[in-house]
């Protein structure tokens, strides 16, 4: 079976995505993604735009971007929404599938 680490992001950060201006997705270190990210070893990443339905056929096309795990890296990154540096996983997005 294949190990699926799921993402749901707004749709700013999946269409920058989609559009290949970014590469890596952010989360803050916490308890709860410490959780569900360290340790694991997943086989793809599943990008959502939003929370969408899912019907009798799967998702409707352009809702989900499929990407091969590569990994994260955890390191302090600069965060200009609150102009401050947070310790965050970097997820990779390099290959798509």
Not at 51 to 69: C, D, E, M, R, T
């Amino acid at each position: 079976m294949i190990k699926v680490l799921s993402l749901n992001l707004t749709y700013r950060w999946f269409d920058l995505i989609k559009s290949d201006k970014k590469k890596v997705e952010y989360r803050v270190v916490s308890d709860f993604w410490k959780i569900r990210i360290e340790d694991k070893d997943f086989d793809e990443i599943h990008i959502f735009r939003g929370y969408p339905k899912k019907g009798l056929n799967g998702y409707a096309s352009g809702v989900i971007q499929k990407f091969k795990w590569n990994g994260y890296e955890k390191k302090i990154v600069n965060y200009p929404v609150l102009e401050q540096e947070i310790n965050c996983y970097c997820i990779f997005l390099t290959e798509r599938i």
